[in-house]
Nanobody, 128 residues
Framework: QVQLVESGGGLVQAGGSLRLSCAASGRTFTNYAMGWFRQAPGKEREFVAA????????YYADSVKGRFTISRDNAKNTMYLQMDSLSPEDTAVYYC?????????????????????WGQGTQVTVSS
C-alpha cells in the first residue's frame, strides 16, 4: 500500500511563493497518476492540478493556471507543487492524491473520485 505525506505548507504573504512536496512510501508510485487538491474552510475539496505517471501530461484548474506548476520525480517517489503569486484565495489545506489504477502513461484525472490514496494534508495560509 502506498502512503503519501505532504510537506512545505506554511504562512506566506500575498504575492509570495511556496513549494509543496508529496513523498510516497510503501510502493513505488511510478505508474500512478497523481493530483493536488485543496479544501478551504467551509468549502468542498477542489481540484488544483494533476500529472500523468510519465510526467508528460499536466492539467490545472483555471484558478491556478499560470501561477502553479505540478511536477514529479519518479526516482525520488516525490511530487511537487510550485505555487507562485499566491493570493489569500489560495488559503486552504492542500492534499496530494494517487490514482493507483494504471490507465496509460499520459492519463490523469481532475475528478476527486478517481483517486484512492490521499495524504493527510498541509496547511497553506496566505496573508493579505
Amino acid at each position: 500500500q502506498v502512503q503519501l505525506v505532504e510537506s512545505g505548507g506554511g504562512l506566506v504573504q500575498a504575492g509570495g511563493s511556496l513549494r509543496l512536496s508529496c513523498a510516497a512510501s510503501g510502493r513505488t508510485f511510478t505508474n500512478y497518476a497523481m493530483g493536488w487538491f485543496r479544501q478551504a474552510p467551509g468549502k468542498e475539496r477542489e481540484f488544483v492540478a494533476a500529472i500523468s505517471w510519465s510526467g508528460g501530461s499536466t492539467y490545472y484548474a483555471d484558478s491556478v493556471k499560470g501561477r502553479f506548476t505540478i511536477s514529479r520525480d519518479n526516482a525520488k517517489n516525490t511530487m511537487y507543487l510550485q505555487m507562485d503569486s499566491l493570493s489569500p484565495e489560495d488559503t486552504a489545506v492542500y492534499y496530494c492524491a494517487a490514482d493507483i489504477n494504471y490507465r496509460g502513461r499520459d492519463y490523469y484525472s481532475t475528478l476527486l473520485s478517481a483517486y484512492e490514496i490521499w495524504g493527510q494534508g498541509t496547511q497553506v495560509t496566505v496573508s493579505s
